[in-house]
């Protein structure tokens, strides 16, 4: 089975902290993602990796930036944290062929105070 | 922008009862995938649907896709308290790539 892993359940960051979500798939799978999910808005993506050192902006990507330095990790990082970044962020993997589900992990509540 | 809108948005039954979900999108679409949530967990895959297929059944679940008034559904027949959860669809455009774009979701509560 594939694995998805978010290093933190539960997070709680100060207006201004730079913030680190990491995530980690057992899969080698090509295609990464970061979502996150707000009441009444769903799923949202904020930025995607088709490839190691390559990155794609989602639907909302302002104020966030990743890194994928390696295939099975991929970090997304809040430059400076803002109340309105509170949120559960959702990473999901894809692997091969592109007619396949999404994995996802069991996501990060971010709370920004 | 979110493609699919799914309805209702909360649904509550009784068990042994059958759960209709729908969704709708506006662009013409590769695959459409369903997926549950249970509360403050992540996402698990139920079913992907093609879009040269009408219908999919697995287990208790049957997916029907009509491409022509771009909606699908999601039937789940016997309902059971453990299937208490949001329920997602995703879709997969033509031109998005591997790219899946989420509705706002279905909470079912079944209840015992």
């Known amino acids: 089975d594939v694995k998805v892993t978010q290093s933190s359940r539960y997070l709680v960051k100060r207006t201004g902290e730079k913030v680190f979500l990491e995530c980690v798939q057992d899969?080698?799978?090509?295609?990464m993602f970061w979502y996150r999910q707000d009441p009444g808005l769903g799923l949202r993506l904020i930025y995607f990796?088709?490839?190691?050192?390559?990155?794609e902006k989602g639907d909302i990507p302002e104020g966030y930036s990743v890194s994928r330095e390696k295939k099975e990790r991929f970090s997304l990082i809040l430059e400076s944290a803002s109340t309105n970044q509170t949120s559960m962020y959702l990473c999901a993997s894809l692997g091969r062929p592109q007619n396949s589900p999404l994995h996802f992990g069991n996501g990060t509540r971010l709370t920004v105070t | 922008s979110q493609q699919g809108e799914e309805d209702p948005q909360a649904l509550s039954i009784q068990e042994g009862e059958n759960a209709t979900m729908n969704c709708s999108y506006k662009?013409?679409?590769?695959?459409l995938q369903w997926y549950r949530q249970n509360s403050g967990r992540g996402l698990v895959h139920l079913i992907l649907i093609r879009s040269n297929e009408r219908e999919k059944h697995s287990g208790r679940l049957r997916v029907t896709l009509d491409t022509s008034k771009k909606s699908s559904s999601l039937l789940i027949t016997a309902s059971r308290a453990a299937d208490t959860a949001s329920y997602f669809c995703?879709?997969?455009?033509?031109?998005?790539?591997?790219?899946?774009?989420f509705g706002e979701g279905t909470q079912l509560t079944v209840n015992p």
């Open positions: 990796s088709y490839d190691v050192k390559m990155k």
């Open positions: 899969m080698d799978h090509e295609n």
């Open positions: 662009t013409s679409i590769n695959n």
């Open positions: 995703a879709t997969v455009s033509e031109t998005s790539g591997s790219r899946l774009t």
